[in-house]
């Protein structure tokens, strides 16, 4: 990975979908890598249901959080509603990573979805695995850690 580059990352979903926590998971790995990191939110109307998008940026020097229109490398959507509202976000060589490209009756746990979307962008970036399994135990409960576990393997492949 070219660190003087800033990679930029938009997560997006309706509210309880785990759009916030898959971006300070994201946020987390990148940190520990020695990346400065800036990471922003924008909430819809309503917390629970509403639309919910989290910019996550990091490389050498991130100079603002919030990833410009079109910049974005990466468009992580949980809920497939919500590709048209954020699909200006990404750029022309930008990669959509959504839930259709997960067989989602293989997850121990369905709201493990956030994670399993994770999993397949975490094959884009070249973090160790072992880095991405420490933010995960970081980020969630021990309850939920071996379904999460288990949904991040399935998206990583």
């Known amino acids: ?5 800033v990679t930029n990352i938009v997560v997006a979903g309706l509210g309880g979908q ?8 994201i946020a987390d790995v990148a940190f520990a890598a020695g990346l400065d990191v800036k990471k922003s939110e924008v909430h819809g109307m309503s917390q629970r249901g ?3 998008a989290s910019d996550v940026r ?7 959080p919030m990833v410009p229109e079109g910049e974005a490398d990466f468009l992580i959507v949980i809920s497939e ?5 954020n699909q200006h976000m990404l750029k022309k060589s930008g990669l959509v990573i959504d839930p259709t490209k997960i067989d989602v009756n293989q997850l121990r746990n369905k709201k493990s979805v956030n ?11 070249q ?4 880095a991405w399994v420490v933010a995960l135990k970081k980020n ?5 850690i071996e379904a999460n576990l288990q949904a991040f393997n399935l998206g990583r492949g």
């Open 1 to 5: 990975m070219n660190s003087n580059r």
């Open 18 to 25: 785990g759009v916030l926590k898959a971006s300070d998971i």
């Open 50 to 52: 509403g639309s919910v």
């Open 58 to 64: 990091f490389g050498e020097k991130v100079f603002s």
């Open 81 to 85: 509603d919500q590709v048209p509202v």
């Open 115 to 125: 994670v399993a979307l994770i999993g397949m962008l975490s094959r884009h970036l």
């Open 127 to 130: 973090f160790p695995e072992d």
């Open 140 to 144: 969630l409960p021990e309850p939920l």
